[in-house]
């Protein structure tokens, strides 16, 4: 402020070191300001919810409603504890089913991806749009209206309330079916399909050990997208399960916080167990996010 | 196009070279397509189709009691016809739940795509600093389950533990109550638009990507400042992405169910029925009335196709006109 009262005393004295160096007019220097600091404003707001739990997670009961929010407690250590002996270290057991659904659940659902995906890609058969337009229009029916029936024909075959009532809906994704498919064509020249054939391989063995390697990257994020939608999924389990030692973590915290808004000595459970949910998928995120193509994402991949 | 690929997959047409085992690697792969999309297509049948033929069928029945509802054979399934339809068309809390949707939507859509627009653009313009960080912490809400995130922000407007409630006390400011009546939906739709900013930033961001330097360079050379190219020449080029996820985020909306669930505990503002699938919820769940809340789940997943279709068409239209141009 005070160089601003004194007019051209120093003209670049308000300035940063490294932008006096810059001989560009000062219009685009300017721009380039806005740029990065709406792009900061939007980090800040994107993070703001997880600082707060990291920090929230921190403080004991006492302290939550007595200190100013982002302001670190003392009771971490205790939190952990706490939640570890809540019934019988149950929250322990909802991650385990978490990744118990999320891994399987992903690991078979790519599987079906590639292949279905690698099918539309390469064969011209009768019938091959009608399977894809029908498969796509899967993905416009809003889940509780599967989820509804889906429940009542699985009570029906005895099947509501187990694991398999969770992992079995979610194997078939109808993203995972069309991004695999524009991975497929991208990825698998049609010559190369065709000289195994000469070479005398079987269709299956083409796939596999030609066209599957070839379509890993793809499928990478396939099994990422699945892995991340089964993991946050809340709906489904919610529907199916009624004995918590199955729920996943998303389903398992909702019951916390249904309690918690009775006894709010629970508050600090749900968001230690909050905080803890949080991390396996943005360590997850971060450790793979180099390797995400992002060009598969928007399902623009350039051939 | 199509015809060259056809011709590559089925083996040869008219090649000099014979291969011995042609006729069965040929059937072979006429049946191989089918063998393929066996898996996906038993399971579409089982948890896709079944489920919503299931649906549509219960949707025409209803439980007719006699007598007192006692004993056995007292609780009969009939056919009800459209009873239940006219039923759920008639229902003032579906259309009241519908209405809250469409106001929501209204907020989340714009905001949302509209943010994601922004930092699109934001990271594709030259000369910007801390890119990759900021792209990153904008894209991590995507990793956090929609039920841990309502969990977070529902936290956060509770005032006895907000950071927000603290700064407005110390400012001497007033203290809206964010679960209810009206701020009840900013409160829910910042919920939303925290959570997909980044997903569709991304789609946008790719896309900005893919258009050709020379474009710009052209653009250049022509005079054009960095907001002329922003505003004629990147958002025109995106529009393809933009359709993409405004189709998207549209169908999200519709479907809106976890967030309010979540900030149900949290407040008494969120009725069970707030929005359409949480009636068709409790109807199914709560009141036991399946078959009431079978016809619901109908009429919501017609206006959902009707709508996507209706949407995909004009879009087409507009594709078509331009093209024609």
Not at chain 2, 178 to 199: E, R
Not at chain 2, 260 to 278: D, E, Q, Y
């Amino acid at each position: 402020m005070s160089s601003l009262a004194v007019p051209q005393a120093e003209p670049r004295a308000g300035s940063t070191p490294g932008a006096a160096q810059d001989s560009r007019p000062p219009l685009r220097r300017r721009i380039a300001l806005v740029p990065t600091v709406t792009l900061l404003l939007g980090a800040l707001y994107c993070l703001l919810p997880v600082a707060w739990v990291v920090i929230a997670a921190t403080k004991s009961g006492r302290e939550l409603f007595s200190t100013f929010t982002f302001l670190p407690g003392t009771g971490f250590a205790a939190n952990i504890r706490d939640l570890t002996a809540y019934r019988d270290g149950v929250y322990w057991q909802w991650m385990a089913n978490s990744a118990l659904y999320a891994g399987l659940g992903a690991l078979l659902s790519t599987c079906v991806s590639a292949v279905s995906g690698y099918a539309l890609a390469i064969y011209r058969f009768r019938g091959r749009e009608t399977i894809f337009n029908v498969l796509l229009a899967g993905v416009l029916m809003p889940p509780v209206i599967l989820a509804v029936p889906q429940y009542l024909l699985l009570a029906k075959a005895d099947l509501t309330d187990s694991y398999l009532s969770v992992l079995l809906p979610q194997i078939l994704f109808p993203y995972g079916v069309y991004l695999a498919r524009i991975y497929a064509a991208a990825a698998v020249p049609t010559d190369v399909v065709e000289a195994g054939r000469m070479d005398g391989a079987g269709e299956w063995r083409i796939f596999t050990r030609i066209a599957l390697p070839m379509m890993i990257p793809g499928m990478v994020t396939v099994f990422l997208f699945q892995f991340v939608a089964i993991w946050n999924n809340f709906l489904l389990p919610y529907i199916m399960l009624s004995d918590d030692e199955r729920f996943p973590i998303t389903l398992g915290l909702f019951t916390l916080l249904e309690q918690g808004a009775n006894t709010p000595a629970l508050y600090t459970l749900v968001i230690t167990g909050a905080f803890l949910a949080v991390l396996p998928l943005v360590a997850l995120f971060l450790v793979i996010q180099r390797f995400w193509s992002l060009d598969l994402l928007s399902g623009a991949v350039k051939s | 196009m199509k015809s060259t690929a056809r011709r590559q997959s089925y083996g040869v047409r008219g090649a000099p070279y014979d291969h011995p085992s042609r006729t069965t690697t040929l059937e072979r792969a006429r049946s191989a397509p089918y063998f393929f999309l066996l898996p996906a297509t038993l399971l579409f049948a089982l948890f896709f189709a079944l489920p919503i033929g299931y649906a549509v069928w219960l949707s025409f029945r209803k439980v007719k009691v006699s007598g007192l509802g006692l004993g056995s054979g007292a609780r009969r399934e009939v056919w009800a016809g459209l009873e239940n339809y006219t039923d759920a068309l008639s229902d003032s809390e579906l259309l009241h739940g519908a209405l809250r949707v469409l106001g929501y939507g209204c907020i989340v859509v714009p905001v949302m795509l509209g943010l994601a627009l922004l930092f699109a653009l934001m990271l594709d313009s030259e000369k910007v600093r801390l890119a990759p960080v900021t792209r990153l912490a904008i894209f991590l809400p995507y990793a956090i389950p929609g039920v841990v995130a309502a969990l977070l922000w529902g936290f956060l407007y509770l005032p006895d533990v907000s950071p927000f409630y603290y700064v407005l006390d110390r400012l001497g400011m007033p203290q809206p109550d964010l679960l209810d009546g009206g701020p009840l939906y900013l409160a829910l739709s910042n919920i939303a638009v925290w959570g997909g900013t980044g997903f569709n930033m991304i789609v946008i961001y790719t896309s900005l990507q893919a258009i050709p330097a020379e474009v710009y360079e052209a653009a250049k050379l022509d005079g054009a400042t960095p907001t002329q190219i922003a505003l004629r020449i990147k958002i025109p080029m995106v529009a393809p992405s933009l359709v993409l996820t405004f189709f998207f985020s549209i169908i999200a909306t519709l479907q809106v169910y976890n967030e309010p669930t979540t900030l149900k505990p949290l407040t008494n503002s969120v009725s069970t029925t707030w929005s359409p699938l949480m009636k068709v919820y409790r109807d199914a769940f709560g009141e036991g009335d399946i078959h009431g809340a079978a016809a619901q789940a109908v009429i919501i997943a017609f206006a959902t196709l009707l709508l996507s279709f209706g949407f995909l068409r004009a879009v087409n239209r507009r594709q078509k006109q331009e093209a024609a141009r």
